[in-house]
């Protein structure tokens, strides 16, 4: 009670200073700012429950209704504004404030493609666009997590969008056999080794830039693990090229997306795994989803069906005092909606946050009532 009574007379305070210059809506947002602040400290025990979603998306009132008040979005787009720039990066925080909500993780960032991926003419460009990315991220919003992958050409895949699921829903999936004979891309085969260096030159670019203001860099595993697709090859595929990656330049700040679905079909313990990168601070951003299989061939599943034990990963999060943003992954499109975006449909999605919100609440409760 002693912090919600000092949060309390905190807010009244900064209101009454505030509205004594007569700016009232300023105001309003602060004390709207310290109450969201104060509920992040003890809901969910400190993890910022969220979902993938745009200021415009019909998901916004219903994450409101869940309480789930984070958001991983990318920057709206502005006439004559590129997404790095300060201007636009601003409009799409105030938006996000408009709505009452907290925008925390930008996935899939712009400034960040082939040149850099596979090292093309105009390389350094895009990562100085990358770095000016970062900054006005740090400096207009309250964006403390990047979530980039290492897949050029070919980013996430799967050779089935409407697999069969429990009762009918429809999943995705991912078969090697079906996709193995497929073309070389126009850029021919892509060696690791080459990967790597290009990694290695990003990283050694971006990481002290991010050091110096305090951005969360989060690598996401390559989706499938396949060691090539169409000649392109896959270097963060395994957990051991993921140590390696934290070795390159190693930093707080140069951190990874627990894609726990994309783990577990490299072979990985999914609560042995949080536990030891956890502790390390090496976790940034959650992706909470279940599959089923291995690399070659897999399917996503409900988050309650899969072969990872669900329980014990959220335990392992609240063991290492996880307080970042995770968010549900990957669901089955259910009976009454069209397959418009597998994987990213709204019943399934709801389901998850009650199954995720439920595992937690029990886990943390019976801990403290011990």
Same mark, same amino acid.
Request: hydrophobic residues 40%; aromatic residues 10%.
């Given at each position: 009670?002693?912090?919600?009574?000092?949060?309390?007379?905190?807010?009244?305070?900064?209101?009454?200073?505030?509205?004594?210059?007569?700016?009232?809506?300023?105001?309003?947002?602060?004390?709207?700012?310290?109450?969201?602040?104060? #509920?992040?400290? @003890?809901?969910?025990? +400190?993890?910022?429950? =969220? /979902?993938?979603?745009?200021? %415009?998306?019909?998901?916004?009132?219903?994450?409101?209704?869940?309480?789930?008040?984070?958001?991983?979005?990318?920057?709206?787009?502005?006439?004559?504004?590129?997404?790095?720039?300060?201007?636009?990066?601003?409009?799409?925080?105030?938006?996000?404030?408009?709505?009452?909500?907290?925008?925390?993780?930008?996935?899939?960032?712009?400034?960040?493609?082939?040149?850099?991926?596979?090292?093309?003419?105009?390389?350094?460009?895009?990562?100085?666009?990358?770095?000016?990315?970062?900054?006005?991220?740090?400096?207009?919003?309250?964006?403390?997590?990047?979530?980039?992958?290492?897949?050029?050409?070919?980013?996430?895949? #799967?050779?089935? @969008?409407?697999?069969? +699921?429990?009762?009918? =829903? /429809?999943?995705?999936?991912? %078969?090697?056999?079906?996709?193995?004979?497929?073309?070389?891309?126009?850029?021919?085969?892509?060696?690791?080794?080459?990967?790597?260096?290009?990694?290695?030159?990003?990283?050694?670019?971006?990481?002290?830039?991010?050091?110096?203001?305090?951005?969360?860099?989060?690598?996401?595993?390559?989706?499938?693990?396949?060691?090539?697709?169409?000649?392109?090859?896959?270097?963060?595929?395994?957990?051991?090229?993921?140590?390696?990656?934290?070795?390159?330049?190693?930093?707080?700040?140069?951190?990874?997306?627990?894609?726990?679905?994309?783990?577990?079909?490299?072979?990985?313990?999914?609560?042995?795994?949080?536990?030891?990168?956890?502790?390390?601070?090496?976790?940034?951003?959650?992706?909470?989803?279940?599959?089923?299989?291995?690399?070659?061939?897999?399917?996503?599943?409900?988050?309650?069906?899969?072969?990872?034990?669900?329980?014990?990963?959220?335990?392992?999060?609240?063991?290492?005092?996880?307080?970042?943003?995770?968010?549900?992954?990957?669901?089955?499109?259910?009976?009454?909606?069209?397959?418009?975006?597998?994987?990213?449909?709204?019943?399934?999605?709801?389901?998850?946050?009650?199954?995720?919100?439920?595992?937690?609440?029990?886990?943390?409760?019976?801990?403290?009532?011990?």
């Amino acid at each position: 009670m002693k912090t919600n009574r000092r949060t309390f007379f905190k807010q009244g305070a900064a209101v009454a200073t505030i509205a004594s210059t007569g700016d009232l809506m300023a105001a309003t947002r602060s004390a709207r700012r310290d109450r969201l602040e104060a #509920r992040d400290s @003890m809901k969910d025990f +400190g993890m910022k429950f =969220a /979902l993938a979603m745009s200021p %415009d998306s019909p998901r916004v009132p219903l994450a409101q209704q869940m309480d789930v008040m984070h958001a991983v979005s990318g920057v709206q787009r502005q006439p004559n504004l590129n997404p790095w720039d300060a201007d636009a990066i601003k409009a799409t925080k105030e938006r996000w404030d408009k709505l009452g909500m907290k925008w925390t993780v930008v996935e899939g960032p712009p400034s960040l493609g082939e040149q850099t991926k596979l090292a093309l003419s105009g390389r350094d460009e895009e990562i100085a666009n990358f770095i000016t990315f970062m900054k006005n991220l740090k400096k207009h919003s309250d964006v403390d997590v990047i979530c980039y992958n290492w897949m050029p050409v070919i980013s996430w895949f #799967r050779s089935k @969008m409407d697999a069969p +699921g429990r009762g009918g =829903a /429809l999943v995705t999936a991912f %078969d090697y056999e079906d996709i193995k004979n497929k073309p070389l891309t126009k850029y021919g085969e892509v060696s690791k080794d080459a990967l790597w260096n290009n990694l290695t030159y990003f990283l050694k670019a971006v990481v002290p830039e991010a050091e110096k203001i305090g951005m969360n860099l989060s690598l996401h595993p390559d989706d499938p693990q396949v060691d090539s697709i169409q000649g392109i090859s896959r270097i963060m595929n395994t957990v051991e090229n993921f140590d390696k990656m934290l070795k390159l330049v190693p930093s707080k700040y140069s951190g990874l997306t627990m894609c726990q679905g994309n783990f577990s079909l490299m072979g990985a313990d999914i609560p042995a795994l949080i536990h030891r990168w956890g502790k390390a601070g090496h976790i940034n951003f959650v992706h909470f989803r279940n599959v089923q299989g291995g690399k070659f061939k897999f399917t996503e599943t409900f988050h309650d069906e899969g072969q990872i034990d669900m329980c014990r990963a959220m335990k392992a999060y609240y063991d290492i005092g996880f307080q970042g943003t995770i968010r549900p992954d990957h669901v089955p499109t259910m009976a009454g909606e069209e397959n418009t975006r597998p994987g990213y449909m709204t019943i399934g999605t709801l389901f998850a946050i009650g199954y995720m919100r439920g595992l937690l609440e029990s886990i943390g409760k019976s801990s403290t009532l011990r």
